[in-house]
């Protein structure tokens, strides 16, 4: 998928440095750097959830079978 991008001059030309050191397309660069992005803010997520119930009273097991119990209502 295309996409348009519109970044500041300096950034092109730092990107442009850098494609050329490794040998790869500016859009490569770019992919990477937008992939490596996506899997640090996945990671970020699943750890964010880590601590969710601390501080509950009900245990995790009673809260699901209560959740679930709503299903059958």
Known sequence: ???ILTIPEEMAHRLDRLAHR???SRAEVIR???EAFLRKESEA???EAF???RGR???AL???RRLRA???G
């Open 45 to 47: 997520s699943v750890a």
């Open 1 to 3: 998928m295309r996409t």
């Open 32 to 34: 990477r750097a937008v």
């Open 22 to 24: 490794r040998r790869l």
């Open 51 to 53: 601590g969710l119930w």
């Open 62 to 64: 009673t809260e699901q």
């Open 70 to 72: 709503e299903w059958d």
């Open 57 to 59: 009273r009900a245990n």
